[in-house]
T-cell receptor, first 111, second 108 residues
Framework: DVKVTQSSRYLVKRTGEKVFLECVQD?????MFWYRQDPGLGLRLIYF???????EKGDIPEGYSVSREKKERFSLILESASTNQTSMYLC??????????FGPGTRLTVL | AQRVTQPEKLLSVFKGAPVELKCNYS??????LFWYVQYSRQRLQLLLR??SRESIKGFTADLNKGETSFHLKKPFAQEEDSAMYYC??????????FGSGTRLLVRP
């Protein structure tokens, strides 16, 4: 059974903190994605990685960075968390010819 | 730029009524389109993709390139169909672009 896991289901951080969200997939997928999901806005792509150490900005990369040192792991980093980054964060992975498989999400609250 | 538009935030129907969730896209190439569903407290999962042309849980979707649409349809809605539905497009660089989603509420 394919699996995408995210390090935390719920996270509460303070403004200005550095935040790491981790995502791991066990399907040997080349592509990995980070989205944020907000009511009325749907899923917005933050960053996309198509190979180890390769990344591409999505629609809303400001305030975020990513790291992909190993194929199975894709990390999202909030350098200095702000209240407007309070959201549900979804990680996904795919092969070029497959659909995306999603993790359970991390609900981040920034106080 | 590629874009996926779902014009309805909420669609409310009675059990047994037909359902159509609208999706329009803008993309200059040949897109690959998907419908995803998210049931309450569950992760987002694939419902169907246009290349497979199959019916899943009674839902179908046809790609209409002329109207750039990929509407999701079901002839008789069930209460268990209540969920968030997202239309998505995969572009030539393999990015998945999603619409804003439609919440389907099926009333008894």
């Amino acid at each position: 059974d394919v699996k995408v896991t995210q390090s935390s289901r719920y996270l509460v951080k303070r403004t200005g903190e550095k935040v790491f969200l981790e995502c791991v997939q066990d399907m040997d997928h080349e592509n990995m994605f980070w989205y944020r999901q907000d009511p009325g806005l749907g899923l917005r792509l933050i960053y996309f990685s198509y190979d180890v150490k390769m990344k591409e900005k999505g629609d809303i990369p400001e305030g975020y960075s990513v790291s992909r040192e190993k194929k199975e792991r894709f990390s999202l980093i909030l350098e200095s968390a702000s209240t407007n980054q309070t959201s549900m964060y979804l990680c996904a992975s795919s092969q070029p010819t497959s659909h995306g498989f999603f993790g359970p999400g991390t609900r981040l609250t920034v106080l | 730029a590629q874009r996926v538009t779902q014009p309805e935030k909420l669609l409310s129907v009675f059990k047994g009524a037909p359902v159509e969730l609208k999706c329009n896209y803008s993309y200059s190439g040949s897109p690959e389109l998907f419908w995803y569903v998210q049931y309450s407290r569950q992760r987002l999962q694939l419902l169907l993709r246009h290349i497979s042309r199959e019916s899943i849980k009674g839902f179908t979707a046809d790609l209409n390139k002329g109207e750039t649409s990929f509407h999701l349809k079901k002839p008789f809605a069930q209460e268990e169909d209540s969920a968030m539905y997202y239309c998505a497009l995969r572009d030539s660089s393999y990015k998945l672009i999603f619409g804003s989603g439609t919440r389907l509420l099926v009333r008894p």
